[in-house]
């Protein structure tokens, strides 16, 4: 089955820094990579995704990259701001009947300093 | 409305005890899940829903009973629970043509005594 492995476990950064987290991924049929932001308390929130048919994919301050060939994609946060400060999670998907068979990486823990 | 909305937010509850969680979201999905989320891990799927019928369970113990009345309602009925059950049940939603978009409520944090 897939396996999807999230680096670091643990960032922390000083606001307005960037910060950019990386994730592998074993299935070469996963075709859907998305980002969720889970905040203290709260459920995973989508942030953003990208498809493999996409190299990169940018939404005000965040974007994501995609490498298929080495399988690899990576969350990048420009500009961080206290409330950034959340686990981040990276996950893949065959999509399709996939059904919410998302395979997460383990998290990580963000911190972002005044 | 695009959120999916989970009660109770907190749950203790004995090993004899039954108990149900209930989830709600009006987006129109047809698609209703359920996860389990540990501290500091990533959520695991426990079942899926389409057109209201149970489409996957992933060997969940039968303590663990879903049940969805009616496309917008999704429950958890739970009975003679395990401390090591103890976690944060999450629902989520999606569409059917864009079932691995997933929208996730806050949770119920349950903890079994």
């Known amino acids: 089955g897939e396996n999807v492995e999230q680096h670091p476990s643990t960032l922390s950064v000083q606001e307005g820094d960037s910060a950019v987290i990386k994730c592998t991924y074993s299935?070469?049929?996963?075709?859907?990579f998305p980002w969720y932001k889970q905040e203290l308390g709260k459920g995973p929130q989508l942030i953003i995704d990208?498809?493999?048919?996409?190299g990169e994919k940018k939404d005000q301050r965040i974007a994501v990259t995609l490498n298929k060939t080495a399988k690899h994609f990576s969350l990048h946060i420009t500009e961080t701001q206290p409330e950034d400060s959340a686990v981040y999670f990276c996950a893949g998907s065959r999509g399709g009947t996939s059904y919410g068979k998302l395979t997460f990486g383990q998290g990580t823990i963000l911190t972002v300093h005044p | 409305d695009t959120e999916v909305t989970q009660t109770p937010k907190h749950l203790v509850m004995g090993m004899t005890n039954k108990k149900s969680l209930k989830c709600e979201q009006h987006?129109?999905?047809?698609?209703m899940y359920w996860y389990k989320q540990k501290a500091k891990k990533p959520p695991e799927l426990m079942f899926v829903?389409?057109?209201?019928?149970?489409?996957i369970n992933e060997s969940v113990p039968s303590r663990f009973s879903p049940e969805c009345p009616n496309s917008s309602l999704l429950n958890l009925h739970l009975h003679a629970l395990q401390p090591e059950d103890s976690a944060l049940y999450l629902c989520?939603?999606?569409?059917?043509?864009?079932?691995?978009?997933?929208?996730f409520g806050s949770g119920t944090q349950l903890s079994v005594l």
């Open positions: 299935d070469s049929a996963s075709n859907y």
């Open positions: 829903y389409s057109y209201e019928k149970l489409s």
């Open positions: 989520a939603s999606s569409t059917l043509t864009t079932n691995e978009k997933l929208f």
């Open positions: 987006m129109g999905h047809r698609a």
């Open positions: 990208i498809r493999s048919n996409v």
